[in-house]
């Protein structure tokens, strides 16, 4: 077969497409010419021996059982901002409705400064009232540039959008209204998220859908309690990397375990209710138990709790309908409800 005359095969095959506009799209020609950017590293959450947990502008999560340390540990990374002397700002999104009060009043006993906390330049907190309020504040943070932000919890987020945990299209159109736009607003977004009930999805990770871990931008870290959290008392907890996307994190963990061993948080209390927050490195060789069992709590209650809930009529609709209706604390309130919601999906 002869080859059209008047073609100059020398020319690459690309030469005449005219109509590209290469503004579109990422330079990779200057980005070479200069140093190739670093890996990320995680930035918030600082260990005892300097590395940390929590990565910058990127999605993270927390995931563990009620009363495990979660919110603890997420309140001690945005205390690291808020200290005298500290600079950054910090958002709470709560929807698992603690109150202002109670989120103060622990930040406090973190070492959080009064004077950073009364100023709405260095912190913010809200309790949306439904999925107009939230993507206000959303909006708002696009100005405001929050260092770190807060989501506590992703159980409560998924319900004011009247979406289903179980959903990865609804869960990924809350991630790309409430989450991703956090993170493009340079915050270190640190999710608050729950297990579920069935022993297939714990050993997954967070309950739902999966695709609650193919978010995750930066680290997820299953919670454990190791020593329970009491007033008080203090208390302790395992940390694990579920999923560590850019390994700045397992890189100084040890190896060999399917979930590493990231740490061991640990409330220290003094007198007058201070408390010293510490999250220790792991030692080389050290992991966390493999047991990804129910912890904490009393089954025989719970199973008695979820029942209540079943018998309302109308149902529960969320954690702060339970603890209007029946009188109950805002973490039994949520622990039943999260029980009550896997039960209807099994």
Known sequence: MSLPVGKNYNEAPWADETDIDYNRYFDIAALLKGELPPSPVPKYGIRDDGHALFYDEQVNFVFGDPEGGKTWLALTAASELLRLGATGRVLVIDLDHNGAAATVTRLLALGAD????????RFLYVEPEDRLHATEVVADMAAWKPAIAVVDSMGELLPLFGSSSNSADDFTTVHSRILKPLAKAGACVIVIDHLSKGSDSRTFGAGGTAAKKRAVGGVSLRVRAKDAFTPGKGGSAYLTINKDRHGGLREHCPSGDREPLAGLFELRVFDGGVLEPVIHAPKDGQSAPTDFGISGGDPQRLA?????????????SSQRDVCARMSWGGNRAAEALRAWRDSRRE
């Open 304 to 316: 008695e709790d979820v029942a209540t809930l079943d018998a309302l009529d109308p149902p529960p």
């Open 114 to 121: 009064r004077d950073a906390l009364a100023d709405p330049e």
